[in-house]
């Protein structure tokens, strides 16, 4: 077990690359971690064509109350959830949880992230939001699965403020792979 732990910490001491802070880069430089993967990809050549995709990872999940205050809604109003991977061909990119406000979307953009494997981001992008980064973390946060060199937290927010989506990243190894 000691040495087990021991490889994980070596492999994470090589992930404090120079790699790692371009990547970390990448992502704040862009609201939308779904664009800044998409850069990514394409700047890395991990997938040709360079399109990020969200494979639904089947989990399901309640609102806690710290999620609600966070997104401003009352214990009434509806709250949807995805738990998904992003991926770029056939590299996972990164796994997260994301929480939002239907009430806060059209239509067309729930149906579409109810019937597809779009990222949230590009459904959401023309409502203009800003990315609030609440929590960044190298390594495994602890909802993260094994793999994850970057952890980050965030609430998306709408022009006029209000909060749009509460979402943790569990970014993984194959951003550093190449």
Not at 87 to 93: I, M, N, Q, S, T
Not at 136 to 156: F, I, K
């Amino acid at each position: 077990m000691r040495r087990a732990a021991l490889l994980a910490a070596v492999a994470l001491a090589g992930c404090a690359s120079p790699r790692l802070a371009e990547f970390e880069r990448t992502l704040a430089a862009q609201d939308s971690a779904t664009a800044a993967l998409g850069q990514w990809c394409r700047a890395r050549g991990i997938a040709d064509p360079p399109a990020i995709r969200a494979e639904q990872a089947g989990r399901t999940a309640q609102p806690s109350t710290e999620v609600r205050r966070l997104l401003g809604v009352s214990e009434n109003e509806p709250l949807a959830y995805r738990h998904v991977r992003l991926a770029c061909g056939p590299a996972v990119l990164s796994e997260a949880d994301n929480w939002y406000v239907p009430g806060r979307l059209d239509a067309e953009m729930n149906r579409t992230l109810a019937t597809t494997d779009t990222p949230f981001g590009k459904v959401v992008a023309p409502l203009g939001f800003r990315r609030e980064r609440l929590a960044a973390q190298r390594g495994r946060a602890a909802d993260c699965p094994p793999g994850t060199v970057l952890s980050h937290r965030a609430l998306l927010r709408l022009p006029d403020g209000r909060p749009l989506s509460l979402v943790t990243e569990c970014y993984t190894r194959a951003n550093l792979a190449r």
